[in-house]
């Protein structure tokens, strides 16, 4: 059954409609305080962290209000990646961290992302009984006013995150003589990403890092790659680095201008990882993976199994079959070895440590040649209209045109209210043809 609140990413959507209002953020902060209370009987902690909306300002203390009224402690670390936010709840030994974001969307979106005490996205399951906790009388989760909890807030979240991140490198490991394009989407990691690579010695020039509380994701990050490869050109830079609004996404683009996805992220990192006896099973992708990541993978040798789209089904899938690499084409990239969950920073520590030695970017990270691949996204009012029958009649036409020819996949975003067609092919007339066809349907 589907989940009543929770999408593929934590729970999303407009300010002040539907679920992201005040209210129910208080009601999402008493259930979930409640449901991890009840798992961990010592001092009752929640860690919180957020991105730069300024719908943040609004959400931040209902949530906060939520948790303390159900006798929760709560430490708020201010702008924060996600993933720091999950490395410090489990370092801080907390029972849950909470992430304020809607990830790549605009300023005008906001949500959460849930954390339980091992730094891990929730299971469907867990989301399940929140959700029923959400839906059930407050009266019975408010504690006694003895037992409130309280709040303070930590001003040196970004450091401890940097000084984690250090950790996973050898002491001398140092970027000079390298010279970075940061775009930091306006969001989370506007202050952790130059900071952290300064310190090892880069020289950078730093794009997106004026957040307004309106202009996050605007014009920039890792869906705006174009930021990038000009400034790349114009300061003849070594690689460009861009992330999304919670820096849990990271594109590149190497001192050529082109741009790097997911996908060949990952494909670089799972050869230098086997050449190095650091990959553990295989590497897990996405049904959106891209056909020449897994023909790639087979010819290295390297068992390559896919997902359901979300970074929290690739590590799902990853734990079950005990892999440590897997990720999205969109930079969602989970390295097992270090981090529990997508974190664009520490994916570019990895690459970075990879070109220390003099290795140009375009050398390392153009690894195999992608089957030509669209992805059209279509706004739509209600994503139930994929399931009506001139909806799959138009899919099932478009699979049959495409043949063996390529593929196709058509898909509700778990996100946006929006359907999203992607095909691919080398065949780049068949694959116009196939996504108009289900355009038209849909629209």
Known sequence: MKNKYFGTDGIRGTVNQGNITGEKFFKFGLASGTYFKNQKKTKQV?????DTRLSGYTLEPALVSGLVSGGMHVFTLGPLPTNGLAMLTKSMRANMGIMITASHNPYYDNGLKLFGPDGMKLSDQIEKKIEKLIDAKNTKQLTNPKLLG???RLEDGNDKYIKILKSNFPKNFH?????????????????????????????????????????????????????????????????GISFDGDADRIIMCDEKGSIIDGDQIIAMLARRWKSKKILKGGVIGTLMSNYGLEKFL????????????GDRYVKEKMRKLNFNLGGEQSGHIILGKFATT???????????????????ASNLLSVFKPLPQTLKNISVIDKKIINKPKSKKA??????????KGRILVRKSGTEPKIRIMAESYDRSLIKKCINLITKSIK
């Open 46 to 50: 929640a860690v919180i962290a957020k």
């Open 342 to 360: 997508g974190d664009g920073l520490l994916v570019a520590l990895e690459i970075l440590f990879s070109m220390r030695k003099g290795k140009k």
């Open 175 to 239: 970027l000079r003589g390298i010279k970075i394009v940061l775009d930091c989407a306006n969001g989370a990691c506007y202050k952790a990403a130059p900071k952290l690579l300064r310190e090892l010695g880069a020289k950078i020039i730093s794009i997106g890092i004026k957040p307004n509380g309106l202009n996050i994701n605007k014009k920039c990050g890792s869906t705006y790659p174009s930021k990038i490869q000009l400034a790349v050109k114009k300061y003849k830079a070594g690689i």
């Open 298 to 309: 087979k010819s290295e040798k390297i068992k390559f199994y896919r997902s359901k789209v």
């Open 395 to 404: 899919i099932k036409i478009a699979n049959k045109i495409m043949g063996t």
């Open 150 to 152: 309280r709040v303070k």
